[in-house]
């Protein structure tokens, strides 16, 4: 599970993202929600971009739970965009605390995403909240799947009843 950000450096082409399908130019970022379904399809055209995937255990380990939010899927902002580039070639050059420095570099970059770049879902807010419960059980089974495993067990560490976690994890 990645938070996954593109930032287009040429080029244009199309974009699915979750139910959006989105034009893409030089310069936009897009930005693949956890668990957006997502495919880049261009078609005849050219384009060309930079991927940068953040891991679910990166973010939980520094405290950044974007599965929790849902993020803008499409905007330039030439900050962000220079961040990318300077992830990149801190990556490329492979130089000493190279992979320190990319980790900062990502922290700023979540920082600035969170601050800018969260949507709030308030008319989604139902589905949202049923959704990020069925991730966390879903993390949970992942974590404990050598373990025995009742509906209980996942119940009680979330703090719901067992007919909630039931009706939302059909």
């Known amino acids: 599970d990645t ?51 953040i891991s679910y255990s990166f973010c939980e380990s520094v405290g950044f739970r974007y599965w929790e939010y849902t993020f803008k899927k499409q905007f330039c902002d030439k900050k962000i965009a220079d961040m990318l580039i300077d992830i990149l070639e801190d990556n490329n050059a492979e130089n000493d605390f190279f992979i320190e420095s990319i980790k900062v570099k990502v922290l700023n970059l979540l920082l600035d995403l969170f601050k800018n770049y969260t949507v709030d879902n308030q008319q989604n807010s139902t589905y949202n909240s049923k959704l990020r419960l069925t991730k966390k059980i879903i993390k949970y089974i992942q974590t404990n799947i050598s373990e025995p495993i009742t509906i209980k067990d996942i119940a009680n560490y979330y703090g719901y009843t067992r007919f909630h976690i039931s009706r939302v994890f059909k």
């Open 3 to 53: 938070l996954e950000i593109l930032y287009f450096l040429e080029g244009d082409c199309c974009i699915i993202n979750g139910n959006d399908e989105l034009q893409v130019e030089t310069g936009d970022i897009i930005v693949f929600n956890s668990g957006d379904i997502h495919c880049v399809n261009r078609g005849k055209k050219v384009a060309k971009y930079i991927i940068l995937q």
